[in-house]
């Protein structure tokens, strides 16, 4: 009895929980029936799942990827028309989330065996407003100015983030996306002088985000070992690290921006605080 009471407490530590978001384009049965075969093939996993229903528009990938980049996991999907899935996948790439089209490879093996051509079909009578096309564009921005991309050129944003690798800059942009807010994530290259495009831009509001530089070595260390590279040791060293945070915010406090430090705030919370700074900057201009 001993052994086998062991055994269970062993068994317990040994389980991993992982989030597992659903995404279908319909009433969700069929990712739902997928996911929950797969995972009774896996043994110690726990598994919480997101179920989003009947996802046929591009202004719902916004709302989306808010919430995976608060709450990463793995993403199982049936989203066939073209322009959502694009979206849906593109931002769970930028945001580091693996993403899967439930079913494949089944489709691409049968087309290829049979010989008949892959015909993904759109969806028809979408409602279009001003709602949507402002989440639209703001997810193709964002999704346009990430981690550098398209630095040089950051007018047309609404709020750029700036910080150090790995400051949750990508998450909190994708969730201020998901609100209709255009965001660019500017990323400080130790070494590097920020691009020139950042400081001399005048209309948009620019907020710097600083990171706790023992919860950041943490985060590094991760990264490194899911990317198996061994070799890229100052990435996370920790004197390293605070050096670099250390002069993120010196840059922060020289230009006058704003400063949140992300340490122990989710991404909602500082994407919340982005917001009311947005609007009070928005009510001393008029």
Same mark, same amino acid.
């Given at each position: ?92 790439? +930028?945001?580091?989330? !693996?993403?899967?089209?439930? &079913?494949?490879?089944?489709?691409? @093996? /049968? =087309?290829?065996?049979?010989? *008949? ?82 400081? +001399?831009?005048?209309? !948009?509001?620019?907020?710097? &985000?600083?990171?706790?530089?023992? @919860? /950041? =070595?943490?985060?590094?260390? *991760? ?64």
């Amino acid at each position: 009895m001993a052994k086998e009471k062991g055994k269970d407490k062993a068994k317990a530590a040994q389980t991993r929980t992982i989030v597992l978001h659903l995404v279908s384009h319909a009433s969700g049965e069929l990712v739902e029936m997928l996911a929950r075969n797969a995972v009774n093939q896996l043994d110690g996993l726990e598994v919480k799942r997101r179920l989003w229903k009947m996802v046929r528009r591009l202004d719902q990938v916004p709302e989306i990827l808010g919430v995976l980049a608060s709450s990463p996991g793995y993403v199982l999907h049936s989203i066939s028309h073209g322009d959502v899935r694009a979206a849906l996948e593109e931002g769970c790439h +930028r945001l580091d989330i !693996p993403c899967q089209f439930a &079913l494949e490879p089944l489709i691409g @093996r /049968l =087309a290829e065996y049979s010989g *008949a051509t892959v015909q993904f079909h759109n969806s028809s009578g979408d409602a279009f407003d001003e709602d949507y096309y402002r989440r639209v564009e703001a997810m193709k921005y964002t999704l346009a100015h990430d981690d550098g991309i398209g630095s040089d050129d950051l007018e047309g944003a609404d709020v750029i983030i700036v910080g150090v690798s790995r400051a949750t800059k990508t998450p909190t942009c994708m969730y201020l996306a998901s609100r209709g807010i255009k965001a660019a994530n500017v990323p400080l290259v130790p070494g590097a002088q920020p691009p020139l495009a950042l400081l +001399r831009a005048s209309k !948009p509001l620019i907020v710097g &985000l600083t990171v706790d530089p023992v @919860r /950041l =070595a943490m985060v590094r260390a *991760a990264r490194l070992t899911a990317l198996q590279d061994d070799a890229n040791t100052d990435y996370a060293d920790y004197d390293g690290l605070r050096k670099e945070v250390l002069e993120a915010r010196r840059l922060f406090i020289r230009r006058g921006w704003p400063i949140i430090d992300a340490s122990h705030r989710s991404i909602e919370q500082t994407a919340s605080m982005i917001i009311e700074m947005l609007r009070k900057r928005a009510g001393e201009g008029q």
